[in-house]
């Protein structure tokens, strides 16, 4: 069984050029070959752990990679749902609501992590509330963030920091923040073995209700 999965082409190469990365770069960054690299953006499918690999490398989701590619109608999806009238209005408005719901609880962080003095990277990364996303810099730090949302609307961002050390990654920090939506947050490491970095996270609650 074939499970390959359909790619958006065009925002792996916007990440990747945003970044001033080639496909070298993007292909060492995600620990595959540059042939497989120069494979996926040619033909915009690639297995399930090269999508993981690549998504990681981006800092952004395997869905983020995928959704969009999925915007256009789907002739297929068409044909698919040929039922009565009256079932088929049904399911469209429950899916909506559903939609709704689950789009409701999603966020958009602004995330800027710089290591030992250099200039800060950026990202921004959508993801589900509850849900972890991650960024890395040059192979030596990488921030794990998980929003969740209270009841009065804040934002609480459980991050995991990570310093890169004989051959794998070490936690050095594991900062809890509670901060109001579209707030600056920030984490600055001067003192320690383990100083020398800089992160900070701006929320932004999508669609609440």
């Known amino acids: 069984m074939n499970n390959d999965m359909n790619l958006n082409t065009d925002m792996i190469k916007a990440?990747?050029?945003?970044?001033?990365?080639?496909?070298s770069h993007l292909a060492d960054a995600a620990g595959i070959s540059l042939r497989t690299m120069q494979r996926v953006e040619a033909t915009g499918t690639a297995?399930?752990?090269?999508?993981?690999?690549?998504?990681?490398?981006?800092?952004?989701?395997?869905?983020?990679?995928?959704?969009?590619?999925?915007?256009?109608?789907?002739?297929?999806g068409v044909a698919r749902?040929?039922?009565?009238?009256?079932?088929?209005?049904?399911?469209?408005?429950g899916s909506i609501l559903i939609a709704q719901?689950?789009?409701?609880?999603?966020?958009?962080?602004?995330?800027?992590?710089?290591?030992?003095g250099q200039q800060p990277q950026s990202s921004r990364l959508i993801i589900d509330a509850g849900n972890p996303a991650e960024m890395r810099v040059d192979g030596e730090i990488k921030v794990v963030i998980t929003p969740t949302l209270k009841d009065n609307g804040d934002v609480v961002l459980a991050t995991k920091i990570y310093r890169y050390s004989n051959g794998g990654y070490a936690?050095?920090?594991?900062?809890?923040?509670?901060?109001?939506?579209?707030?600056?947050?920030?984490?600055?490491s001067d003192q320690g073995p383990d100083a020398g970095y800089s992160l900070s996270i701006t929320p932004h609650v999508l669609n609440t209700p």
């Not at 297995?47 to 869905?63: D, H, M, N, Y």
């Not at 936690?171 to 600055?188: F, G, M, W």
């Open 15 to 23: 990440e990747r050029e945003r970044r001033a990365w080639s496909q």
């Open 47 to 76: 297995s399930k752990e090269t999508t993981l690999a690549i998504a990681s490398a981006l800092t952004t989701s395997v869905e983020c990679l995928a959704a969009a590619k999925r915007r256009a109608p789907d002739p297929r």
């Open 81 to 93: 749902f040929t039922w009565p009238a009256a079932m088929a209005a049904s399911l469209a408005i």
């Open 101 to 116: 719901q689950a789009f409701a609880r999603q966020l958009m962080l602004d995330v800027r992590l710089g290591i030992d």
């Open 171 to 188: 936690l050095v920090a594991e900062p809890t923040l509670i901060i109001n939506d579209n707030a600056e947050a920030k984490v600055v």
